[in-house]
């Protein structure tokens, strides 16, 4: 079964505070994602990616950078964080981009900004 | 109707009750994702139904796609406690953005003994 593990899964930042999330997939996937999870708003797509050293701009892209280091980890960064980025985060993969593909979720990670 | 500025939707039944969730989308899709998320837990895939796919089951899952009138739904037969978890449908893009899913704002369903 596929895997897609987050790390941290909780994480507290001060206003200005510089965090990494990291997600790594251990089943060949191509495609990775950054999503974030508001109460009564769904999934909202951050950035993307469909390989190594590849990067693509989601829905709401606005203070956040990503990096595809390997095709197993991809990266979020928040370099000044606000508190309008407390948030579930969740990292998900796929083999195809579209095409009926299946994204797998990792288990979230809770991201508080005081 | 899980869509658009709708806020998350809530459905409360008992046990051996069926309950059907609507999905209505915006843009021109050949797929409707539904996935399942329980609490403390990321999205699971349950069920994906394709346009020439009027409707699609798996086990005491139903779901149904109209492309006329950008809908689709998602029905459990006799529900059980399990079955407590938020839905979601999604949509995939067509041309240049066929890489991205847009979710909906979910379903909240929760079953009581």
């Known amino acids: 079964e596929a895997a897609v593990t987050q790390s941290p899964r909780n994480k507290v930042t001060v206003t200005g505070g510089n965090v990494t999330l990291s997600c790594r997939q251990t089943?060949?996937?191509?495609?990775m994602y950054w999503y974030r999870q508001d109460t009564g708003h769904g999934l909202r797509l951050i950035h993307y990616?469909?390989?190594?050293?590849?990067?693509q701009i989601g829905d709401v892209p606005d203070g956040y950078k990503a990096t595809r280091t390997t095709q197993e980890d991809f990266f979020l960064l928040l370099e000044l964080a606000s508190p309008s980025q407390t948030s579930l985060y969740f990292c998900a993969s796929s083999r195809l981009g579209g095409f009926y593909a299946e994204q797998f979720f990792g288990p979230g990670t809770r991201l508080t900004v005081l | 109707s899980q869509w658009g500025e709708e806020n998350l939707q809530a459905l409360s039944i008992q046990e051996g009750e069926d309950v059907t969730m609507n999905c209505s989308y915006k843009?021109?899709?050949?797929?409707v994702h539904w996935y399942r998320q329980d609490s403390g837990r990321g999205p699971a895939l349950i069920i994906l139904i394709r346009s020439n796919e009027r409707e699609k089951r798996s086990g005491r899952l139903r779901a149904t796609l109209d492309t006329s009138s950008q809908s689709s739904s998602l029905s459990i037969t006799a529900a059980q406690c399990e079955d407590t978890a938020v839905y979601f449908c999604?949509?995939?893009?067509?041309?240049?953005?066929?890489?991205?899913?847009?979710f909906g704002k979910g379903t909240l369903l929760t079953v009581t003994p």
């Open positions: 990616s469909y390989g190594a050293g590849n990067l």
């Open positions: 843009t021109y899709t050949t797929v």
């Open positions: 089943n060949s996937h191509n495609y």
């Open positions: 999604a949509t995939e893009g067509s041309g240049g953005s066929n890489y991205k899913l847009t």
